[in-house]
């Protein structure tokens, strides 16, 4: 079973600075998908970035981006340029490639605030 | 707009009272599942369907039921609600195309209460 790790609960960053939100999964699984979701207080999960296993290079969107380190299962989300609407919860989540179902496994969120 | 609806987005209801949550999905979506979302759990799937009339329990099934009658609907029943099923409730489609998945599509949730 895999399992998905967000170890810091909460966050809190000044706008225009840079924050990057932790986490980590287990697998014994060789092809996956990671992604980050964000949870503003409206509720609505929104995709943030989605990354594939079997590519080396880390995906980017924007002010978005992400260290994927397969050896090490670490999958962090960095944020440049943080603005207000940025604050929101945000969930890693770790999705196996193949398999009758394609279920995401999330990790406990973190809470991330920006401060003007 | 491609989207997922769901409803109701809030509900209250009494122990015991059977009640359905609704999901639609415009997107010609072959995957439907549904999450539950409790504080420092994160969300949990709670089933899913791969097809027309193909369901399976998730994570955490128990006291829910499902059904696949056409591709866009996945309705969520709760026979018998219980004051532990008060939660956040999440519908989600997704596809798969060749060896690209693009992640799952959410409603904007259902927050049940079961008093």
Known sequence: AQTVTQSQPEMSVQEAETVTLSCTYDTSENNYYLFWYKQPPSRQMILVIRQEAYKQQNATENRFSVNFQKAAKSFSLKISDSQLGDTAMYFCAFMKHTGANSKLTFGKGITLSVRP | ?115
């Open chain 2, 1 to 115: 707009e491609a989207q997922v609806t769901q409803n109701p987005r809030y509900l209250i209801t009494v122990t015991g009272k059977k009640l359905t949550v609704t999901c639609s999905q415009n997107m010609n979506h072959e995957y439907m599942s549904w999450y539950r979302q409790d504080p420092g759990l994160g969300l949990r799937q709670i089933y899913y369907s791969m097809n027309v009339e193909v369901t399976d329990k998730g994570d955490v099934p128990e006291g829910y039921k499902v059904s696949r009658k056409e591709k866009r609907n996945f309705p969520l029943i709760l026979e018998s609600p219980s004051p532990n099923q008060t939660s956040l409730y999440f519908c989600a489609s997704s596809f798969f195309r060749d060896r690209g998945s693009y992640g799952y599509t959410f409603g904007s949730g259902t927050r049940l209460t079961v008093v």
